[in-house]
């Protein structure tokens, strides 16, 4: 059977990857019981299956809400935000996802205590 090389046996393993993006939508839109549900939910397609099924360190995103609504003075402390998120970039934890070394060689979990 060949080696299993993904989530962090990945190609990628040791690099780190961060969402940056926008919405129209505002921070209580997103969440457990909001319209569009939390946004842990919706990245996990991004997150998990493409960034860490390679083997990144998926760093917290970064997301700027209701951009298009909002005055140019709170897009400006947005940027300030972001710039201040990038500063900080390596203290950032990294979402934790499962690694193969909690699994068998069929990759089912193994058995905890």
Known sequence: MAANVFYNHGGMAGKKAMLSFTLGGRDHMFGEGAIHGSMENILIPIQ???????GYE????????????????????MLVNYRQHLHNIEHLQP???????QFD?????LAKG
């Open 95 to 101: 979402i934790e996802f499962a690694t193969l070394e």
């Open 48 to 54: 998990r299956g493409t960034l860490a099924y390679v």
């Open 105 to 109: 060689d069929k990759l089912y979990p």
């Open 58 to 77: 998926v760093l917290p995103p970064f997301i700027a809400y209701h951009v298009p609504y909002i005055s140019q003075e709170a897009r400006e402390q």
